[in-house]
């Protein structure tokens, strides 16, 4: 049932403009996407000026979010809603022609949508994996650290496409970016066995074998069953 997609909300608040005699009072409204994310948990996000959800969200109880905003359904309709599907078939057309190989291709959609929201976790996500395959790594360190300070690149509404990236970070020998990526979805889920795993990976290639073996061990702990990664401890075992 949830998260659950509410629509276009606004928000009116009054502001002083001007001093003394020629202050006047005015309105500035301000339109925002929400979601309801349980029975008294509301996330609303501002609109960026291309109409797409983009910046900080914010968590607020089921009374503060109706004593704040209003619904919007005519904005959502005209200006919202044609914007966020405009946006998802530039990032479904990039994913595609990424798993097709068609790099050049896949690039330009997610450029496109990084031009409507340039924050977008899944746009910066597939940029970043696409020059990590062209071997265009300056430009893969930019994206690094777009990523690694938007919270929504952790989300697991990203996590397909976030392995993707952090695979490809591995497997093109960019062990660094690798281990500071993984280490900071660490900091949003510790418990995840599969991120202890690739860490581990990452730390192992750069020849850091007692970092790679403590995380092995974690994503064992975390799932004892977790064939490929007891499959890595023997292999470590064996090289003594």
């Known amino acids: 049932m949830y998260p659950q997609i509410l629509g276009a909300y606004s ?8 001093t ?3 202050t006047r009072s005015h309105t500035q409204q301000t339109y925002w996407f929400a979601r309801r994310l349980s029975d008294d948990d509301f ?9 797409v959800p983009s910046g900080m969200r914010t968590i607020l109880s089921k009374g503060e979010f109706l004593k704040t905003f209003h619904p919007e359904p005519a904005y959502y309709e005209t200006r919202a809603l044609p914007a966020l599907k405009s946006l998802q078939k530039k ?16 690039e330009k959609e997610f450029l496109k949508a990084v031009m409507m929201d340039e924050t977008n976790a899944q746009a910066n996500l597939g940029l970043g994996a696409v020059y990590s395959e062209q071997g265009r790594f300056a430009k893969v360190r930019k994206i690094v650290d777009i990523l690694l300070n938007n919270d929504d690149t952790f989300r697991q509404e990203q996590r397909r496409q976030f392995n993707t990236f952090g695979i490809s970070l591995r497997r093109k020998g960019l062990h660094e970016d690798a281990i500071r990526f993984y280490t900071r979805a ?13 860490l581990a990976r990452a730390h192992f290639e750069l020849g850091d074998e007692l970092a790679c073996l ?13 064939e490929e990664g007891r499959k890595f401890l023997e292999y470590l075992g064996r090289r003594g």
């Not at 990032?91 to 896949?106: D, P, S, V, Y």
């Not at 403590?214 to 977790?226: M, S, T």
């Open 91 to 106: 990032l479904e057309l990039g994913e595609r022609f990424f798993q097709e190989g068609l790099l050049g291709q896949a």
């Open 186 to 198: 660490l900091e949003v889920d510790p418990t995840d066995e599969h991120l202890h795993f690739n």
């Open 43 to 51: 996330e609303v996000q501002p609109m960026g000026a291309n109409h």
């Open 214 to 226: 403590q995380h092995i061990e974690i994503a064992l702990g975390l799932d004892p069953d977790f």
């Open 11 to 18: 928000q009116k608040q009054d502001q002083d403009v001007g």
């Open 20 to 22: 003394g005699t020629t």
